[in-house]
């Protein structure tokens, strides 16, 4: 009986340093993952080991790809969702590395790299409120040190303001629509000085057109793109010291849809967009933006 009761007493001791070896282990591990998520909070950079759910192609292989194609690389901004966290890039050329990095407005930049896997690749990333990523930056590098690079601005700024009132069928600004114009002037002069210094690039002020169901598409195409130019040229005449462009969307991207031949005044408007990028317009006609203004020399 003292011989099992020995036996015991060793088994119990065993069991008891085991179980402090396996809290040590487990204290050591969550550690370790703290300093890791301390380490990406503080770079940006995360250099854990790829989960089961990462994708091949966010694995760098650290090899060249073969090919005597010259170096080239584009970005359709039309796949580009922010929403979603990705983009369709195409390439080509001998690559030995893929990198893309995301400026934020307010935190580290965020750096990841990617294995060439085919000529048109779709690059993802945890996605980032809008207002949030200041710039996108795809790079890719050969042997020699040469590169491509392609650089996505999306910020941008939807003007609010006071819209303005034309008579019927006429593109021209009334004396009483100028308080309105010289209001949203002063709020776009605010926008601008704010991010002066950036370096986000040069900001175009874009002015798109918009009317109602009232009467033919090419006649309200024609109108909404006058009534644009119209306030364009007002803000020109003011000294702004921006690029303008301007375009007309007619009764193709309505803010209030109803019925053709529909008197609503929601749908008569105008935007006043500051982009350093042609806005995106995923509703309504493709837009063939016309150049007001250079900006100032």
């Known amino acids: 009986m003292k011989y099992f009761a020995s036996i015991l007493t060793v088994a119990s001791w065993l069991a008891m340093v085991q179980g402090g070896a396996a809290q040590t282990q487990r204290a050591l591990l969550n550690s370790a993952s ?5 380490e990406l909070a503080e770079t940006g950079k995360d250099e854990t080991t790829p989960g089961a759910g990462e994708r091949k192609d966010e694995q760098p292989s650290g090899e060249c790809r073969k090919s005597s194609a010259a170096l080239s690389l584009s970005v359709d901004r039309k796949t580009v969702s922010l929403e979603e966290g990705r983009l369709q890039a195409k390439m080509d050329g001998p690559i030995c590395t893929l990198v893309m990095q995301i400026t934020r407005k307010d935190g580290p930049v965020i750096e990841k790299s990617f294995q060439y896997t085919e000529a ?7 996605p980032l409120p809008r207002d949030q990523i200041e710039k996108i930056e795809i790079r890719i590098t050969a042997k020699n040190n040469a590169y491509q690079a392609v650089t996505l601005t999306p910020w941008f700024v939807k003007i609010d303001h006071k819209e303005v009132k034309f008579d019927t069928n006429k593109a021209v600004i009334r004396d009483s629509e100028v308080a309105s114009l010289k209001d949203s002037l002063t709020k776009i002069e605010e926008v601008l000085h704010k991010v002066a210094g950036k370096g986000l690039g040069t900001i175009t002020l874009f002015i798109a057109g918009h009317t109602d169901t009232r009467g033919s598409n090419e006649h309200n195409m024609t109108l909404s793109r006058n009534r644009a130019e119209a306030i364009a040229d007002w803000f020109l005449k003011q000294g702004i010291c921006i690029p303008i462009a301007f375009e007309g969307f007619g009764e193709t991207a309505l803010k209030k849809v109803t019925a053709d031949e529909v008197d609503e005044q929601a749908n008569r408007r105008a935007d006043y967009i500051l982009s350093v990028e042609p806005p995106v317009i995923k509703k309504g006609a ?12």
């Open 34 to 38: 703290d300093s890791q998520a301390n």
């Open 120 to 126: 048109e690749q779709e690059l993802r990333w945890n």
């Open 286 to 297: 493709t837009p063939a933006w016309k150049l007001m203004s250079k900006g100032c020399p």
